[in-house]
């Protein structure tokens, strides 16, 4: 009689441990092929699974950062770019959502926000590529400065790559300006040998000696005629580089010029062009240049995180109205009505520059099963903007949503449980 009753506690306390391990059964997503990111009928494959959590944070909800490279050395007078990674609690690669750049000095104090771009007499930052990059040049000798990236609307993270100058080289030196750039289809660039005496900007003491080099992605040099893609003539100090066709290939260009003693001086790391751009239309204002989802990324209950590049295409500082969703049965032709989390709240875009959107779009409202959706995404312009060509502010991809729901345990409260089987263990016994 005793084993009898011990074992019926056993049982249970195993069957309450069990049924208390079941309740709840929120959904994890993850995405389940790879897909083109250029190609708009590119399917993002979506399976979606119960009962996942993890106990640092929700999976799919970037929740640290890590800034490249750290330590940041520059040479005196050189740029360089950092880079910010995004991951979610358990450690998969994410999206990064809309990361606030702060440079610090060495006491540290906040110097400011490089995305509107900041700086002293030491080091400055401005805008890259994105919402996951900043450049960062040297002007005078230090050490210790900070750069950091942070995410204060959600999950509240940070993190930090310490900045070092290295001193101004004794004599002669020189750099090209811009250091890293795109240009549009059809448009031009000038670069400009810019040179220094032991730190402090001088006209170039030999500026006739000035000469160029464009060597494509390949390490092989372009003539000044081009190769298809640019082209490009040099006079002295500067020289002017012609977009001729679209290419994400990029381009390096270095320059040498003669120091006040006619010795040769290379002039820093050379400039990069980083590719050509689809031209501005009469009227073009805004452009949706991709909607992307990295693959392999899991996701909780808010939904998929989507990644909308937007890039302006004028010569000032622009900021959107809004981005816009919609999404559609592509079976029935029906609105879907979903909830948009702005991860990127709408900002700041640079001139002829793209930044990244990150926006969690909520798609698990039942009955979404194995159906396919058209997912659309729009840039609204300003009145004030006047564009009068939006034919390039919205893009649609293909979605194909598969939701596979684990079987949910009959809502019996999870405390009944072991009262109804300790009533049936009292009845056996009396039976006995």
């Known amino acids: 009689m005793k084993k009898t009753l011990i074992a019926g506690i056993i049982l249970i306390f195993s069957l309450f441990l069990a049924s208390s391990a079941y309740a709840g059964g929120a959904a994890i997503c993850r995405h389940a092929t790879e897909f083109d990111p250029n190609d708009l009928n590119a399917p993002m494959n979506i399976i979606c699974y119960g009962d996942q959590y993890s106990t640092s944070g929700p999976v799919g909800v970037a929740s640290a950062c890590t800034l490249t490279p750290n330590p940041l050395d520059l040479d005196f007078g050189a740029t360089?770019?950092?880079?910010?990674?995004?991951?979610?609690?358990?450690?998969?690669?994410?999206?990064?959502?809309?990361?606030?750049?702060?440079?610090?000095?060495?006491?540290?104090?906040?110097?400011?926000?490089?995305?509107?771009?900041?700086?002293?007499?030491?080091?400055?930052?401005?805008?890259?590529?994105?919402?996951?990059?900043?450049?960062?040049?040297?002007?005078?000798?230090?050490?210790?400065?900070?750069?950091?990236?942070?995410?204060?609307?959600?999950?509240?993270?940070?993190?930090?790559?310490?900045?070092?100058?290295?001193?101004?080289?004794?004599?002669?030196?020189?750099?090209?300006?811009?250091?890293?750039?795109?240009?549009?289809?059809?448009?031009?660039?000038?670069?400009?040998?810019?040179?220094?005496?032991?730190?402090?900007?001088?006209?170039?003491?030999?500026?006739?000696?000035?000469?160029?080099?464009?060597?494509?992605?390949?390490?092989?040099?372009?003539?000044?005629?081009?190769?298809?893609?640019?082209?490009?003539?040099?006079?002295?100090?500067?020289?002017?580089?012609?977009?001729?066709?679209?290419?994400?290939?990029?381009?390096?260009?270095?320059?040498?010029?003669?120091?006040?003693?006619?010795?040769?001086?290379?002039?820093?790391?050379?400039?990069?062009?980083?590719?050509?751009?689809?031209?501005?239309?009469?009227?073009?204002?805004?452009?949706?240049?991709?909607?992307?989802?990295?693959?392999?990324?899991?996701i909780g209950d808010l939904g998929v995180n989507f990644t909308v590049t937007v890039r302006n295409l004028t010569a000032n500082d622009l900021t959107p109205q809004s981005i816009d969703f919609e999404i559609t049965n592509a079976e029935d032709g029906t609105n879907v009505?979903?909830?948009?989390?702005?991860?990127?709240?709408?900002?700041?875009?640079?001139?002829?520059?793209?930044?990244?959107?990150?926006?969690?779009?909520?798609?698990?409202?039942?009955?979404y099963q194995e159906k396919n959706y058209t997912l659309r995404a729009e840039v609204v312009p300003t009145p004030a903007q006047n564009e009068t060509n939006t034919a390039n502010n919205a893009m649609t991809k293909m979605l194909t949503l598969s939701t596979v729901r684990t079987a949910s345990v009959p809502e019996l409260p999870v405390y009944l449980v072991p009262l109804i089987l300790l009533a049936v263990l009292f009845a056996i016994r009396r039976k006995q």
Request: proline residues 8%; contains cysteine; hydrophobic residues 35%.
């Open 337 to 367: 009505d979903p909830l948009v989390f702005p991860m990127t709240q709408t900002g700041n875009v640079p001139a002829n520059d793209a930044i990244d959107f990150v926006f969690s779009v909520d798609l698990a409202e039942p009955p």
């Open 80 to 298: 360089d770019t950092i880079t910010v990674e995004c991951t979610d609690a358990g450690g998969a690669p994410i999206a990064c959502p809309q990361m606030t750049w702060t440079l610090k000095d060495s006491t540290p104090t906040d110097i400011g926000d490089c995305t509107t771009g900041a700086g002293d007499a030491f080091v400055s930052c401005s805008a890259g590529t994105g919402n996951t990059e900043i450049n960062v040049s040297g002007l005078a000798e230090t050490t210790n400065y900070t750069m950091e990236a942070s995410e204060t609307a959600g999950a509240a993270f940070s993190c930090t790559s310490s900045i070092n100058v290295a001193a101004a080289p004794i004599g002669w030196s020189c750099t090209i300006v811009p250091n890293s750039f795109s240009i549009p289809e059809g448009a031009s660039q000038t670069l400009t040998t810019i040179c220094y005496d032991t730190g402090v900007e001088q006209p170039c003491p030999n500026a006739g000696s000035t000469s160029w080099q464009v060597n494509n992605s390949g390490g092989n040099p372009v003539a000044p005629a081009g190769d298809g893609f640019i082209s490009y003539s040099a006079n002295n100090v500067t020289m002017v580089m012609n977009a001729l066709a679209q290419t994400g290939n990029p381009y390096t260009i270095t320059s040498t010029t003669n120091d006040d003693a006619g010795n040769p001086m290379t002039c820093g790391a050379g400039a990069t062009l980083t590719g050509i751009m689809p031209p501005a239309g009469a009227g073009d204002v805004w452009r949706i240049e991709n909607i992307s989802w990295p693959a392999g990324t899991e």
